[in-house]
Structures are given as C-alpha cells and as structure tokens.
C-alpha cells in the first residue's frame, strides 16, 4: 500500500489489491490560444524536399536496378568479367543520364514514406501552375488587395487636393 490508495489490505476483497490509475481522466488543458495570433505563422509554408535524402533515393535506385542485371547475368552463367563489364556500363548510363532515368514513371503515386519525392512533385506542379497562369515569383498572396486599397487612398488623396484649390 502507498501512499493510502487502495484497500488496506487486500484479505477477504476478492482483489489483489493492485491499484491502476485512472486511464480515462483527462487533466485540464493550459489556457492558450487555439490558433497563432502571428499572421506569418499562419501562412502555408511549402515542405522542401532534403537534396541528400532524394540523391540517396536515386542512386538506390540505380543500385537496384545495377542489382537485377547482375543476377539476370548470373543465372544466365555469363562470365564474371563480363558481368563486371556490363553492370559498370549500365550504373555509368544511369548515374549520367540525370533524374529522367530514374524517375516513377506513375506520375503522383508515391508511398507513404517518400515525403520528400512528394514535395519536389508538389513543388513542380506549383511551378508549372504558376507559369502556366502568368504569376510572378514573388507573388505575396493578397498583394492585389493591398494594390488596390493604395489606389483608393490616393485617389480619396487627390479628391481632397482638388476640394481644397
């Protein structure tokens, strides 16, 4: 017994005398804000994929496929030179060949855990987006409001020289 919780002894209860705590209490949240008061917090802020952890990828894959050949070769009893020959020239041809001939050919089916392929997708789909409507890099969403309410103001500016000439 600690602390006095529980029984004071367990003999004639039927129990053991263990005492679990209370899983389903809920303690009393601290008095905060459900939402940031910062405006720039606020804002969406795109992933950016890890450059290391997407060359990783890549030349696991070309491994993978450097991988397949050479058992393919294998079972077919070719020579081991030749196998050697053969697998250097095609992890050559990958790794030169850029990112078009590693790249899924199932354009936005991607695993759970590849974050960060889906955010360089994302990223490209963005770009093509914006291009493809004609928005400027440095776009700041809501800048036309912004544009426009300085309009107002020096044409309600202009109204007010002209009433006093």
């Given at each position: 017994?600690?602390?006095?919780?529980?029984?004071?002894?367990?003999?004639?209860?039927?129990t053991?005398?263990?005492?679990?705590?209370?899983?389903?209490?809920?303690?009393?949240?601290?008095?905060?804000?459900p939402?940031p008061?910062?405006?720039?917090?606020?804002k969406?802020?795109?992933?950016?994929?890890?450059?290391?952890?997407?060359?990783?990828?890549?030349?696991?894959?070309?491994?993978v496929?450097?991988?397949?050949?050479?058992d393919?070769?294998?079972?077919?009893?070719?020579?081991?030179?030749?196998?050697?020959?053969?697998?250097?020239?095609?992890?050559?041809?990958?790794t030169?060949?850029?990112?078009?001939?590693?790249?899924?050919?199932?354009k936005?089916?991607?695993?759970?855990?590849?974050?960060?392929?889906?955010?360089?997708?994302?990223?490209?789909e963005?770009?093509?987006?914006r291009?493809?409507?004609?928005?400027?890099?440095?776009?700041?969403?809501?800048?036309?409001?912004?544009?426009?309410?300085?309009?107002?103001?020096?044409?309600?500016?202009?109204?007010?020289?002209?009433r006093?000439?």
């Amino acid at each position: 017994m600690a602390a006095n919780v529980g029984l004071s002894t367990p003999r004639g209860s039927g129990t053991s005398g263990y005492v679990q705590r209370n899983l389903s209490h809920m303690k009393p949240r601290d008095n905060f804000a459900p939402y940031p008061k910062d405006y720039e917090q606020m804002k969406h802020r795109q992933r950016k994929p890890d450059k290391d952890i997407l060359d990783h990828d890549r030349l696991r894959e070309i491994e993978v496929k450097v991988y397949d050949l050479r058992d393919k070769l294998e079972d077919e009893e070719v020579d081991e030179d030749e196998i050697e020959l053969q697998t250097s020239a095609l992890r050559k041809k990958l790794t030169e060949g850029g990112n078009d001939a590693t790249k899924p050919n199932r354009k936005g089916q991607f695993k759970p855990h590849q974050v960060h392929e889906q955010a360089e997708a994302k990223i490209e789909e963005s770009e093509k987006l914006r291009k493809a409507l004609g928005i400027s890099k440095d776009y700041e969403e809501g800048s036309h409001w912004k544009k426009q309410e300085e309009r107002l103001r020096e044409s309600m500016g202009d109204n007010k020289q002209e009433r006093q000439r």
